[in-house]
């Protein structure tokens, strides 16, 4: 089931707005997984995470990531 915090009504508004079917992603929860993630490993220094790009080649998302480390 997925775990959306954004009311339905963000949705309602976005599919009148874009076409559907459409995806629709929140920048903060990304930013916040990405330094959850870097925190979580702070302990080692030669960790590098790498992002399966072939997942979800959106430059948006790709740019996001970059900026987060």
């Known amino acids: 089931m997925p775990n ?5 009504s963000i949705f309602e508004a976005a599919a009148e707005q874009f076409a ?3 995806h629709l992603y929140d920048e903060a929860g990304l ?3 990405a330094r959850d993630l ?3 490993f702070s302990w080692c220094p030669d960790f590098k995470e790498y992002f ?3 997942a979800l ?3 948006a998302i790709l740019r996001i990531l970059k900026e987060e480390g």
Not at 4 to 8: Q, Y
């Open 4 to 8: 959306f915090t954004l009311t339905d």
């Open 20 to 22: 559907t079917p459409f």
């Open 31 to 33: 930013r916040r997984n």
């Open 38 to 40: 870097n925190a979580a």
């Open 52 to 54: 399966a790009v072939k």
């Open 57 to 59: 080649p959106y430059p």
